[in-house]
């Protein structure tokens, strides 16, 4: 089935310092939807990129997806203690997969020290 | 809207105990799906529902069984509990295909 690598897993970062995370398939996405999950909480949607080449921007968040459609990334400018939690990607394939088949990447854990 | 809700919060059970899992939204969303969460694995697909009577099989199904009788309710039963169970169970729906899903708060299950 499709696999979606996501890097890094973990990620330390003094407040203010900038932060990335990288969703990598080996197969063309039809689109990819970025999730942040706080401690003890659960996935809250963020954003999904459909078209190759797509940035979207939220405040202090940036949003890319490659333009063959097979990575995508989100950047994370000047970090505050509350962008701590996972991040995950999910993406659907665009090779007629049905609903419900979004994969999921493992998801980075983002720390962000005072 | 209550939103996603999911009953109970916490379940301890013993191997070989069977159990349901309740999911419910309020946002009469055709699509519904149920992850489970272990550390390191991200979010891994259990089963899921296109709408009420229609359900399928995603990459974990093995050991689950679910329904939808109807658009409001799709619980996820466990047949005979086993270790390898104990995770955390998330809900999601969602209203339309590749849009954003919604999440329940979770059921997070122990099986000694």
């Known amino acids: 089935g499709q696999q979606v690598m996501q890097i890094p897993q973990y990620q330390h970062v003094q407040e203010g310092e900038d932060f990335t995370t990288y969703c990598n398939s080996s197969t063309t996405l039809s689109n990819i939807q970025w999730y942040k999950q706080r401690p003890g909480g659960h996935p809250v949607f963020l954003i999904q990129?459909?078209?190759?080449?797509e940035v979207k921007k939220q405040k202090r968040l940036t949003f890319q997806f490659g333009e063959a459609k097979k990575n995508s990334s989100l950047h994370i400018t000047a970090t505050q203690t509350t962008d701590v939690g996972t991040y995950f990607c999910?993406?659907?394939?665009?090779?007629?997969?049905?609903?419900?088949?979004?994969?999921f990447g493992q998801g980075t854990i983002l720390t962000v020290h005072p | 809207n209550a939103g996603v809700t999911q009953t109970p919060k916490f379940q301890v059970l013993k191997t070989g105990q069977s159990m349901t899992l309740q999911c419910a939204q309020d946002m009469n969303h055709e699509y519904m799906s149920w992850y489970r969460q272990d550390p390191g694995m991200g979010l891994r697909l259990i089963h899921y529902s296109v709408g009420a009577g229609i359900t399928d099989q995603g990459e974990v199904p093995n050991g689950y069984n679910v329904s939808r009788s109807t658009t409001e309710d799709f619980p996820l039963r466990l047949l005979s509990a086993a270790p390898s169970q104990t995770s955390v169970y998330f809900c999601?729906?969602?209203?339309?295909?590749?849009?954003?899903?919604?999440f329940g708060p979770g059921t997070r299950l122990t099986v000694l």
């Open positions: 999910a993406a659907m394939s665009a090779g007629g997969t049905s609903y419900g088949k979004l994969t």
């Open positions: 990129l459909v078209k190759s080449g």
């Open positions: 999601a729906s969602s209203g339309q295909r590749y849009n954003e899903q919604f």
